[in-house]
Nanobody, 119 residues
Framework: QVQLVESGGGLVEAGGSLRLSCAAS????????MGWFRQAPGKEREFVAR????????SYAPSLKGRFTISRGNAKNTLYLQMNSLKPEDTAVYYC????????????WGQGTQVTVSS
């Protein structure tokens, strides 16, 4: 399995930006479809964005499209999530995830990074 470690979370004011990173190791990064998920306090984990193995295809949760951008650097074994115009409701623990298939559940998860947006 691939190992995933997120970084880049923190405290930001509403309207600000953050870029999360997810460093992958242990397996060939470009073999994996990658995704970002988040979990707010008292809520279920929800899908944020997904990117194909080559980076040529992306999808987003409809409510986040236009503010968040997922990308990847296969040469650097790193996944990114650029978050702009942040809102207090974006406060959550953000997780990166990997799957070695084009469809289906994500089987590998990072430990998460906290993002807190103050109003």
């Amino acid at each position: 399995q691939v190992q995933l470690v997120e970084s880049g979370g923190g405290l930001v004011e509403a309207g600000g930006s953050l870029r999360l990173s997810c460093a992958a190791s242990g397996r060939t990064f470009s073999d994996y479809t990658m995704g970002w998920f988040r979990q707010a306090p008292g809520k279920e984990r929800e899908f944020v964005a997904r990117i194909s193995r080559s980076g040529g295809s992306t999808s987003y949760a409809p409510s986040l499209k236009g503010r968040f951008t997922i990308s990847r650097g296969n040469a650097k074994n790193t996944l990114y999530l650029q978050m702009n115009s942040l809102k207090p409701e974006d406060t959550a623990v953000y997780y990166c995830a990997a799957r070695d298939t084009d469809y289906g559940p994500f089987g590998s998860w990072g430990q998460g990074t906290q993002v807190t947006v103050s109003s």
